[in-house]
């Protein structure tokens, strides 16, 4: 299952039935789990765990230093959850002191080729990164996000749940959950319809998705306004006090 011709440190903690490439090169602080499989040319390196059954392409660059001038080698993290695809050319950077020291990304995501996440970064389960899909430092992906292809996300901004950004978006604010945005800057277009049906949301929580987006961005009022009202509207949608708490936690202000 390990190619002769990959360069493994012997501190390193590979599980029983991982398959790792010819010239892959895996450094001493690396855990990875069972069932992985790691094509040719990866490299790997830092304090970087690896959960189960993912799968990493050729020439992926996994667990390096920050591309932080601040940093200056301080012991720092990445963890990477179970069942992963990590194609291509993919880059993900190891965190800093300047936030948790942990780089996360959870299970179950597609980081297509050129992908990359940044230091810091915390990308929850079942995202979807399209090729060349860029997170600055700090950002927040939650759970189903999608980013499509050549979408740049700004540093410290968060992507809001069951978010849909299309390709080439520039996203310097956040998204809130269920929104569909796109454009340079990114604008918003109503909300992601069509993924949440195929996810399971009732029809009723769609309605009252499209409501509440109504209020934020047709109504022309301000956020005060808007917070108050759709908190109202939550009361009766488990859905709609999520965009409520999203709104009200946001440190970038919300994409309008």
Same mark, same amino acid.
């Given at each position: 299952m390990i190619d002769p011709k990959a360069v493994i440190d012997s501190q390193a903690e590979i599980d029983e039935g991982v398959s790792i490439g010819p010239?892959?090169?895996i450094g001493p602080n690396v855990r990875i789990g069972r069932g992985t499989d790691i094509r040719s040319h990866v490299v790997i390196n830092g304090h970087t765990t690896i959960g189960v059954d993912n799968k990493i392409f050729q020439f992926a660059s996994i667990g390096?230093?920050?591309q932080d001038m601040k940093y200056a080698g301080e012991e720092t993290f990445l963890e990477i959850?179970?069942?992963n695809t990590i194609r291509e050319f993919t880059t993900i950077n190891r965190g800093t002191t300047q936030d948790t020291r942990v780089t996360r990304l959870g299970s179950d995501n597609l980081l297509m080729?050129?992908?990359h996440m940044a230091h810091d970064c915390q990308v929850g389960n079942h995202t979807i &990164?399209?090729?060349?899909a860029s997170l600055a430092g700090h950002v927040h992906v939650d759970d189903w996000a999608i980013l499509g292809g050549f979408c740049c996300v700004h540093q410290f901004c968060h992507i809001g749940a069951h978010s849909f950004n299309g390709l080439g978006s520039t996203i310097k604010r956040d998204v809130p959950p269920y929104v569909l945005t796109d454009g340079n800057p990114a604008k918003p277009y109503g909300i992601n319809s069509e993924g949440l049906r195929r996810r399971g949301f009732s029809e009723e929580s769609i309605r009252q998705i499209k409501a509440a987006y109504k209020i934020i961005y047709k109504k022309k009022m301000? &956020?005060?306004?808007?917070?108050?009202?759709?908190?109202e509207l939550a009361q009766s949608s488990p859905e709609v006090g999520i965009m409520a708490e999203f709104i009200v936690s946001s440190e970038r202000s919300i994409v309008r």
């Open positions: 010239f892959s090169v390096e230093d920050p959850g179970d069942r080729a050129y992908a &990164l399209a090729n060349a301000k &956020l005060d306004d808007v917070i108050a009202a759709i908190q």
